[in-house]
């Protein structure tokens, strides 16, 4: 029988938790390793439910100060402090090759010109 994750997260109190068995519930296939947390399922229960009411709120703060019956900057202070735990990966668009860099890269491939002279023209 599974267990409740807020049993989990009391038992752990904070501390780091590696997982070292996963069982597919459908198949009951069992894989072993070493797995980390994600990093919602390391916070405490009451940040969990917090995040899970944020989104259930559609990210609405007006709707987490009724729903909780907490101000504006509680909600704000609250949701800095939770998403401190987290790391963001910047994702921004490579930009569109221009016709410049595919004559570049075309002198590269037939030999016309060195890595490094390529490496000068593409970085301009």
Not at 4 to 21: N, S
Not at 43 to 69: R, W
Not at 71 to 100: C, D
Request: net charge negative.
């Amino acid at each position: 029988m599974a267990k409740d994750w807020q049993e989990l997260t009391k038992l752990t109190q904070g501390a780091t938790v590696t997982v070292e068995r996963v069982k597919l519930a459908s198949s009951g296939i069992a894989i072993e390793g070493s797995f980390e947390l994600p990093a919602l399922a390391r916070l405490s229960a009451e940040d969990q439910v917090f995040v899970m009411a944020f989104v259930k709120c559609h990210g609405s703060i007006k709707d987490m100060e009724k729903f909780f019956g907490i101000s504006y900057p509680t909600v704000k202070n609250r949701l800095q402090r939770i998403g401190a735990n987290f790391s963001f990966v910047e994702n921004f668009p490579t930009p569109p090759a221009t016709n410049e860099d595919d004559n570049v890269l075309a002198e590269l491939e037939k030999g016309g010109i060195s890595v490094d002279e390529a490496l000068r023209r593409l970085q301009r």
